[in-house]
């Protein structure tokens, strides 16, 4: 079970939109469309951003959306604003009841 | 709303066994629905899901960790627990707790605000 593989790093201006991705493998994105996005800023724990590829739970700007494709997940954020700046991580369901997290992206707000 | 709080001692000796515990508050472990979860995050690195509980009792393990980790329930405390058997200083991390996954929801909604292992001699 290794971990999806994300970006070390994206950024944008203000105002502009950035796109995060998340690339797995048949046997978790590629199988199931359970993936979760997750914010974190610096010394705080995570917050569930996206679930199920495309839903936002209550309370999240709808400057965040999800899709799929494939065996690659993407978190975008359009109208970047400087509260955005932190890291993001996906995780997906990968079978078996066994959960899988991405590396991490950081995302810089010019 | 649903509140976790890690607890359990921050520093472990190598070989020994980490041992951390999750008070739950504004809902019940045993209410079925969702399990209840232990993450991992390694210092400046990303997370790591480390297994989880139902109230029935079943667990669900990362296959990479299932030899060295027991996570079990405390329902008359809305509690549970993680040990960790032969630490090393790889197991070094801030540990979190998390509502999730849902039955049907297939995400971890609700997290405690982390607690910081340090295994050293």
């Known amino acids: 079970q290794s971990a999806l593989t994300q970006p070390r790093s994206v950024s944008g201006s203000p105002g502009q939109s950035v796109t995060i991705s998340c690339t797995g493998t048949?046997?978790?994105?590629?199988?199931?469309?359970?993936v979760s996005w997750y914010q974190q800023h610096p010394g705080k724990a995570p917050k569930l951003m996206i679930y199920d590829v495309n839903k936002r739970p209550s309370g999240v700007p709808d400057r965040f959306s999800g899709s799929k494709s494939g065996n690659t997940a993407s978190l975008t954020i359009s109208g970047l604003q400087a509260e955005d700046e932190a890291d993001y991580y996906c995780?997906?369901?990968?079978?078996?009841?066994?959960?899988?997290f991405g590396s991490g992206t950081k995302v810089t707000v010019l | 709303q649903v509140q976790l709080q890690e607890s359990g001692p921050g520093l472990v000796k190598p070989s020994q066994t980490l041992s951390l515990t999750c008070t739950v508050s504004?809902?019940?472990?045993?209410?079925?629905?969702?399990?209840w979860s232990w993450i991992r995050q390694h210092p400046g690195e990303g997370l790591e899901w480390i297994g989880s509980?139902?109230?029935?009792?079943?667990?669900y393990y990362n296959p990479s960790l299932m030899s060295r980790v027991t996570i079990s329930k405390d329902t008359s405390k809305n509690q549970f627990s993680l040990k960790v058997n032969s630490v090393t200083a790889a197991d070094t991390a801030v540990y979190y707790c998390?509502?999730?996954?849902?039955?049907?929801?297939?995400?971890?909604?609700?997290w405690g605000q982390g607690t910081l292992v340090t295994v050293s001699s």
């Open positions: 509980i139902y109230y029935s009792g079943s667990t």
């Open positions: 998390a509502r999730g996954p849902g039955i049907t929801a297939r995400n971890f909604d609700y």
């Open positions: 504004g809902g019940s472990i045993s209410s079925g629905g969702y399990y």
């Open positions: 048949s046997s978790d994105i590629g199988d199931y469309n359970y």
């Open positions: 995780c997906s369901y990968a079978g078996s009841y066994t959960y899988v």
